[in-house]
């Protein structure tokens, strides 16, 4: 199974470097460029599914990007982006210090009051991906958000601590990895 993960395109909220967690806003005009960029350079892929988080920008990429019909899509909870609490919507500069250093060193920070904590994240990355191993696809794309890619990456790559914090994931960023053994390999970046 080749298993391609993308995170979503550009939203006003990215430009503006304001905190967007669990925040529903679609993609701003450079945001579906970027999706369509993308499609132009995977050129005719097939996708077997499609798996997104279920906020609009990320079902948005996934689209343009398989081609699928947003109906075709399949909505999975567990790989929506991590929950900022009272940090959503805020400017990255005006966060406070625990957040700041959480998102930013977070094996050495601990997620502040109202954040999600990484361990929360790993859990759901962990059911996710029980649950799509046992499915037969040769080629599935699953579009989510940059603070769960990180544990997606941590899963996939098998990193000693659950996640790969840096370096942070790029709107419409896809990363492409091959079962090999039972484990994965990454075969390819596309940026």
């Known amino acids: 199974m ?3 993960v993308t995170r979503h395109g550009q939203t006003e909220l990215n430009a503006r470097k304001l905190m967007q967690g669990r925040i529903d806003i679609p993609l701003n005009e450079t945001g579906k460029k ?3 960029s993308v499609r132009d350079k995977i050129g005719a892929v097939k996708f077997d599914a499609v798996y997104s988080s279920p906020l609009c920008r990320a079902v948005e990429t996934a689209s343009v990007i398989s081609g699928f019909d ?3 899509i399949i909505i999975d909870e567990r790989i929506i982006e991590a929950d900022f609490g009272i940090y959503d919507n805020k400017p990255y500069a005006a966060v406070g ?3 700041t250093l959480y998102w930013t060193v977070p094996e050495l920070f601990p997620a502040p009051e109202t954040a999600e904590t990484i361990d929360s994240m790993k ?3 962990n059911s ?5 191993e046992q499915k037969d696809y040769q080629n599935v794309l699953i579009a989510c958000h940059g603070g769960i890619i990180r544990v997606i990456r941590g899963y996939l790559e098998n990193a000693k601590r659950g996640y790969i914090w840096r370096p942070r994931p790029k709107n419409c960023e896809v990363r492409v990895y091959q079962s090999v053994d ?3 390999e990454l075969i390819e970046d596309i940026l």
Not at 128 to 132: E, G, I
Request: hydrophobic share 55%; aromatic share 18%; no cysteine.
């Open 2 to 4: 080749k298993i391609w």
């Open 34 to 36: 970027q999706a369509l």
């Open 70 to 72: 947003a109906s075709k």
């Open 97 to 99: 210090l625990p957040m």
């Open 123 to 125: 859990i759901r990355v």
């Open 128 to 132: 996710f991906f029980a649950d799509l």
């Open 182 to 184: 039972g484990g994965y």
